[in-house]
T-cell receptor, first 113, second 113 residues
Framework: NAGVTQTPKFRVLKTGQSMTLLCAQD?????MYWYRQDPGMGLRLIHY???????AKGEVPDGYNVSRLKKQNFLLGLESAAPSQTSVYFC????????????FGSGTRLTVV | GEDVEQSLFLSVREGDSSVINCTYT??????LYWYKQEPGAGLQLLTY?????DMKQDQRLTVLLNKKDKHLSLRIADTQTGDSAIYFC?????????????FGQGTELSVKP
């Protein structure tokens, strides 16, 4: 039972490069989320999805795009990376039942130089 | 918008009790959560409390909720060095599609032997 798997775990990008972070969950959860974690700022929601084929903006969506073509996968794209996007990115999923919190992946540490 | 606030650091001696505090702004929050993040890892759900409860106890963990003051606390009894981690408080927005959680900045708990 893998839960939520994020790939890659680490990446270094040059400014202006693009990349895609992959999140996969095997729990048949409807909802999926991308957060970024920065020191002293907690977790901030980038984008989220309430089901296959749907996405919505969170608190800090600028510079990122997402896609949810399959229920189990949620992709986060950076089209032109900037140093301000250096962060740790976490994916999470949850069922629609209100009581449950999230199941988190182990994170992707991204450095943009 | 909704906001969740926590102090950033707490240091205790092994065997003492730890109390981590959190304040939130959304009076319509339905569930409130405590997550634990160990170094280099994702967040793990520790416990949650429904907004119509005042207290919840789970082994060494006690959660207290003062809904009038919008104040949540996590008490860890007999704190051990393995409890050293970052603890996040989170609220689930009361009226939102997508079950979004709003996280505090995280409290780094340091347990000294």
């Amino acid at each position: 039972n893998a839960g939520v798997t994020q790939t890659p775990k680490f990446r270094v990008l040059k400014t202006g490069q693009s990349m895609t972070l992959l999140c996969a969950q095997d729990m048949n959860h409807e909802y999926m989320y991308w957060y970024r974690q920065d020191p002293g700022m907690g977790l901030r929601l980038i984008h989220y999805s309430v089901g296959e084929g749907t996405t919505a903006k969170g608190e800090v969506p600028d510079g990122y795009n997402v896609s949810r073509l399959k229920k189990q996968n949620f992709l986060l794209g950076l089209e032109s990376a900037a140093p301000s996007q250096t962060s740790v990115y976490f994916c999470a999923s949850s069922p629609p039942d209100r009581v449950y919190g999230y199941t988190f992946g182990s994170g992707t540490r991204l450095t943009v130089v | 918008g909704e906001d969740v606030e926590q102090s950033l650091f707490l240091s205790v001696r092994e065997g003492d009790s730890s109390v981590i505090n959190c304040t939130y702004t959304d009076s319509s929050s339905t569930y409130l959560y405590w997550y634990k993040q160990e170094p280099g890892a994702g967040l793990q759900l520790l416990t949650y409390i429904f907004s119509n409860m005042d207290m919840k106890q789970d082994q060494r963990l006690t959660v207290l909720l003062n809904k009038k003051d919008k104040h949540l606390s996590l008490r860890i009894a007999d704190t051990q060095t393995g409890d050293s981690a970052i603890y996040f408080c989170a609220e689930k927005e009361g009226d939102n599609q997508g079950g979004k959680l709003i996280f505090g900045q995280g409290t780094e708990l340091s347990v000294k032997p």
